[in-house]
């Protein structure tokens, strides 16, 4: 849950930003066109180049933001929602029979996971495999209970 919770928190900021960058354009930016002939207003978004352009850059750098939450949402832990570290390719090209497809392996650096990238997508959008660890902390002290039980 609190995975989910990070991406609605930088979704919304990325929003937040966005929105007050376009209001701050059109705060900037003169009052709409009155068309006197026909008694009603127009948007300036069609009629007035510069202010179509800085639109349209707005709109880029909005797209940019919302790709950039999505990218780093992926490389972060499901648990502790820390940045994935150590990447490491598995498998070859060469010996694709043998070991599999070439893969990209991130881990946590405190153990409560992988995630398993392939390296190129061939056969459309495959989703990455996350296999969460169990507790290396209680691996270590089982074995130490047994050597105190031998003692």
């Not at 995975?3 to 709409?32: D, E, F």
């Not at 398993?116 to 495959?126: A, D, P, R, T, Y």
């Amino acid at each position: 849950m609190r995975y989910w919770g990070l991406l609605a928190g930088k979704l919304g900021v990325s929003t937040a930003i966005s929105y007050g960058l376009l209001a701050l354009i059109n705060s900037l930016w003169s009052p709409q066109i009155y068309l006197i002939k026909y008694g009603w207003k127009t948007s300036r978004f069609g009629f007035d180049l510069a202010y179509t352009l800085v639109v349209g850059v707005w709109f880029l750098i909005t797209v940019g933001l919302l790709y950039l939450c999505v990218w780093d949402q992926r490389y972060r832990c499901r648990v502790c929602l820390r940045r994935l570290r150590m990447p490491i390719t598995t498998g070859s090209w060469g010996r694709m029979l043998l070991v599999g497809r070439p893969r990209i392996e991130y881990i946590c650096a405190y153990g409560h996971g992988t995630l398993k990238q392939e390296e190129l997508q061939i056969s459309g959008l495959e989703n990455p495999e996350w296999t969460e660890s169990g507790d290396p902390w209680q691996e270590l002290c089982a074995s130490l209970k047994d050597i105190d039980e031998r003692s």
